[in-house]
């Protein structure tokens, strides 16, 4: 299975934010929409950065109580850089070991050079427990029947 199928069941609207943007917008998307990380684009919606929840906790502890003049700061310079990325013909597997390996919880989808979706771990491990279930499930009923 392909991260293709993934995209296909969770759809490829993807949340992103220009890495002109201040830090406070990063993080009101982050809280709106209820997610752990956001690309952080080009104006050519190539890929450019991630910033995610991990990002914030290391900015504030750097910080140093001085973190009202962080909110201003433009996301695109305290997005983590050049992230890893998958391609919609990847096996799930590679992205799950690349993801567990790498301990990254979000892997934006790039096609052509151009962000088309986001893949978390958490939808890779429900894929993964869907198929395992849908397979025991038709043993089971294979066997009912033989």
Do not use: C, N, W
Not at 34 to 56: K, L, N, Q, W, Y
Not at 99 to 116: A, F, K, S
């Amino acid at each position: 299975m392909t991260i293709a199928a993934i995209l296909a069941q969770k759809g490829t609207d993807v949340v992103s934010i220009p890495s002109d943007h201040p830090l406070s917008q990063a993080i009101a998307m982050l809280a709106r929409h209820r997610i752990g990380a956001v690309p952080v684009v080009g104006h050519d919606d190539a890929v450019r950065g991630i910033f995610s929840e991990r990002d914030m906790i290391r900015l504030l502890a750097e910080a140093e109580g001085d973190a009202a003049a962080l909110l201003a700061t433009p996301v695109g310079s305290v997005m983590t850089t050049e992230p890893l990325t998958a391609a919609r013909d990847d096996s799930i597997l590679a992205a799950l070991s690349l993801m567990t390996h790498r301990r990254i919880r979000h892997l934006p989808v790039v096609e052509h050079g151009r962000l088309i979706g986001i893949v978390s771990i958490g939808d890779l491990v429900k894929h993964r427990i869907d198929r395992i279930e849908a397979d025991a499930a038709a043993m089971r009923d294979y066997i009912q029947q033989a």
